[in-house]
């Protein structure tokens, strides 16, 4: 599978996937960013994809 298909919240650096999620305005306050992003730890597209649907 491509990894230029879009993954639901995700996004691919370096060959790796990352997920990556806006924070609500309720909970900005609690951090100094506006987006999470963290590594899923893969360059597979399918394990990404389960991951990310997963929250990890």
């Known amino acids: 599978m491509s990894e230029t298909i879009s ?4 996004f691919v650096k370096d060959g790796i996937f990352y997920f990556s999620r806006r924070i609500s305005k309720e909970l900005r306050c609690h951090y100094t960013s506006s987006r999470i992003a963290f590594s899923l730890r893969t360059r597979s597209a399918k394990i990404a994809e389960t991951r990310a649907r997963k929250g990890c």
Request: hydrophobic share 25%; proline share 25%.
């Open 7 to 10: 993954r639901p919240f995700t």
